[in-house]
């Protein structure tokens, strides 16, 4: 069964920082691009950030430019989003899937609270 798996959500307050992790098992994810999305109560999922497969190139949506990086580790079949001068609209259920993302590869999810 192919899983991905979110971690690392909490309470933070505005300004604070805290890091995600996305861990993938039932196959390999280290060939593929990958992105984090999010999904604010009463919005849409929305795309954050993607990888390419190599980890050599990297891209944003532009409200998390400049604060947020994602990365991986492609040994260990797993996805990393940090986010820093976190802001109460980042309030959202963080997802990982790959950067064209598939129905089936949705998960719980990992909720980000920022309080002001």
């Known amino acids: 069964q192919v899983q991905l798996v979110e971690s690392g959500g909490g309470l933070v307050q505005a300004g604070g920082s805290l890091r995600l992790s996305c861990a993938a098992s039932?196959?390999?994810?280290?060939?593929?691009?990958m992105g984090w999305f999010r999904q604010a109560p009463g919005k849409e999922r929305e795309f954050v950030a993607g990888i390419n497969w190599s980890g050599g190139r990297t891209y944003y949506a532009d409200s998390v430019k400049g604060r947020f990086t994602i990365s991986r580790d492609r040994a260990a079949n797993t996805v990393y989003l940090q986010m820093n001068s976190l802001k109460p609209e980042d309030t959202a259920v963080y997802y990982c899937?790959?950067?064209?993302?598939?129905?089936?590869?949705w998960g719980q999810g990992t909720q980000v609270t920022v309080s002001s």
């Open positions: 899937n790959t950067d064209q993302p598939r129905a089936e590869y």
């Open positions: 039932g196959r390999t994810f280290s060939n593929d691009p």
